[in-house]
């Protein structure tokens, strides 16, 4: 997956739905507006832009994100960490600098992705995002408790939280925002939330009794 394809896809999707102009996106977002014009001339932002504009449409950040993946692919592999810079970047200290705030172009964090999957095998790239989603030490069954979760209808919970529920990767529920075909959702400032009785019901719709049951018999019931 290309981070810098899903950010255009993601903004012209939003701006689409908001009716918003590409000008008044870039000024409400990031106080920029030529900063959609220069996206779409291939200009790659800064990971900690790109955040900022993804937190602007309650949508996850990527940052944490890739920085947990690049943790989990050294730790997984044994890459030495200059190795893996030196091979991205040609700088050896890139791990280092990413670790003490350092902002690559999403660029280099597709270059790193594609990096990292070229130096591993499958096994280890299943490891890599189990670890890096923070589910390789969670025990069978507590798709519940693993990430704090209950059974509790009124409980707020995160993305990570319903991606370990429902099974879903946090990406996918990140798009189903922008698109509108995911779960209802909550915005407190900055942070996305949902209501566990709201997954829940909405899983409730996609239940089938065979792959020919498109599902219209229960709607129109």
């Known amino acids: 997956?290309?981070?810098?394809?899903?950010?255009?896809?993601?903004?012209?999707?939003?701006?689409?739905?908001?009716?918003?102009?590409?000008?008044?996106?870039?000024?409400?977002?990031?106080?920029?507006?030529?900063?959609?014009a220069d996206l779409e001339l291939g200009r790659s932002p800064q990971l900690n832009t790109a955040d900022r504009v993804l937190e602007y449409?309650?949508?996850?950040?990527?940052?944490?994100?890739?920085?947990?993946?690049?943790?989990?692919?050294?730790?997984?592999?044994?890459?030495?960490s200059s190795e893996f810079?030196?091979?991205?970047?040609?700088?050896?200290?890139?791990?280092?600098?990413?670790?003490?705030?350092?902002?690559?172009r999403l660029a280099t964090v597709d270059k790193a992705r594609a990096w990292m999957r070229k130096h591993s095998n499958e096994a280890e790239r299943r490891a890599v995002r189990a670890a890096s989603s923070g589910q390789e030490s969670k025990p069978q069954g507590a798709a519940h408790g693993g990430h704090g979760m209950t059974?509790?209808?009124?409980?707020?919970?995160?993305?990570?939280?319903?991606?370990?529920?429902?099974?879903?990767?946090?990406?996918t529920l990140d798009r189903y925002r922008v698109s509108?075909?995911?779960?209802?959702?909550?915005?407190?400032?900055?942070?996305?939330?949902?209501?566990r009785a709201d997954v829940e019901a909405w899983a409730s719709k996609r239940r089938r009794r065979s792959t020919s049951d498109d599902g219209l018999s229960q709607e129109t019931s």
């Open 151 to 171: 059974d509790n209808p009124h409980q707020y919970m995160s993305t990570r939280e319903v991606a370990a529920l429902l099974g879903l990767s946090p990406r």
């Open 85 to 104: 810079g030196r091979g991205v970047t040609g700088s050896p200290s890139f791990v280092t600098q990413l670790r003490h705030g350092a902002s690559p």
């Open 57 to 80: 449409m309650g949508l996850e950040p990527m940052g944490p994100a890739f920085r947990r993946e690049v943790e989990a692919f050294l730790s997984v592999t044994r890459v030495k």
């Open 1 to 36: 997956m290309n981070w810098e394809k899903t950010l255009r896809f993601a903004i012209n999707a939003f701006i689409r739905r908001r009716g918003m102009t590409r000008t008044a996106f870039g000024e409400a977002a990031v106080g920029d507006p030529s900063f959609v």
């Open 180 to 195: 509108g075909d995911g779960p209802e959702f909550h915005k407190f400032g900055n942070r996305v939330r949902y209501l």
